[in-house]
């Protein structure tokens, strides 16, 4: 199996930065995509950006240009920068792993624990 642990969010007054990361472990063949989530009280868990092992992103559109997604494939490590921070970015965040633990094994989703982040006005 794989375990995904998140680490680096926090309080942050608006417009101020944090940086999200999130390392994945165990029965690791490959890992095709990595991405995080965040959900908010009352609402959908969303994707707020994406990127494939080939290195293509894709962000939601309210985080475009704030919000910068990385991976180091050789540590299994997805990293979220996000800066000028809004109160609506206030959510818990979710990461988010599609990987094949053996050659010929079917992808499957993993996910992290959760890891609050939250903006202060």
């Known amino acids: 199996q794989v375990q995904l642990v998140e680490s680096g969010g926090g309080l942050v007054q608006a417009g101020g930065s944090l940086r999200l990361s999130c390392a994945a472990s165990?029965?690791?063949?490959?890992?095709?995509?990595l991405g995080w989530y965040r959900q908010a009280p009352g609402k959908q868990r969303e994707l707020v950006a994406g990127?494939?092992?080939?290195?293509?992103?894709n962000y939601v559109d309210s985080v475009k240009g704030r919000f910068t997604i990385g991976r180091d494939n050789a540590k299994n490590t997805v990293y979220l920068q996000m800066n000028s921070l809004d109160p609506e970015d206030t959510a818990v965040y979710y990461c988010?792993?599609?990987?094949?633990?053996?050659?010929?094994?079917?992808?499957?989703?993993?996910w992290g624990q959760g890891i609050q982040v939250t903006v202060s006005s």
């Open positions: 988010n792993a599609v990987a094949n633990i053996c050659s010929g094994c079917y992808s499957e989703n993993y």
């Open positions: 165990g029965s690791i063949f490959s890992i095709n995509y």
């Open positions: 990127i494939t092992s080939g290195g293509s992103t």
